[in-house]
Nanobody, 123 residues
Framework: QVQLVESGGGLVQAGGSLRLSCAAS????????MGWYRQAPGKQRELVAT???????KYADSVKGRFTISLDNNKNTETLEMASLKPEDTSVYYC?????????????????WGQGTQVTVSS
């Protein structure tokens, strides 16, 4: 009922920049928060950055000062600007949304995930 479509990602040299975007669509009453997570081979999925509908942001220590998350509430779209990329940023990046849907008279809140997009940073 809710789809998250990611775009961006790819291959970049260390020190370079990339932009990831994620558009949410479907049966959305509200988006309480959106964010990005990443998972490298053999590692657990980890939080990269999150942003609430009110614009409160949170970043992993490893990306603070290099990554910037933003949210367009009107378009249900989030963007992650990644700068000064390092080889250790190489991972599959997943879009996440905390979604509220209205079913009858009831609001339901759940986690939605994108399919993931590969970011590779070469040294």
């Amino acid at each position: 009922q809710v789809q998250l479509v990611e775009s961006g990602g790819g291959l970049v040299q260390a020190g370079g920049s990339l932009r990831l975007s994620c558009a949410a669509s479907g049966n959305i009453f509200s988006l309480n928060a959106m964010g990005w997570y990443r998972q490298a081979p053999g590692k657990q999925r980890e939080l990269v950055a999150t942003i609430t509908s009110r614009g409160i942001t949170k970043y992993a220590d490893s990306v603070k000062g290099r990554f910037t998350i933003s949210l367009d509430n009107n378009k249900n779209t989030e963007t992650l600007e990644m700068a000064s990329l390092k080889p250790e940023d190489t991972s599959v990046y997943y879009c996440h949304a905390l979604v509220q849907t209205l079913q009858g008279d009831l609001l339901h809140e759940f986690d939605a995930w994108g399919q993931g997009t590969q970011v590779t940073v070469s040294s």
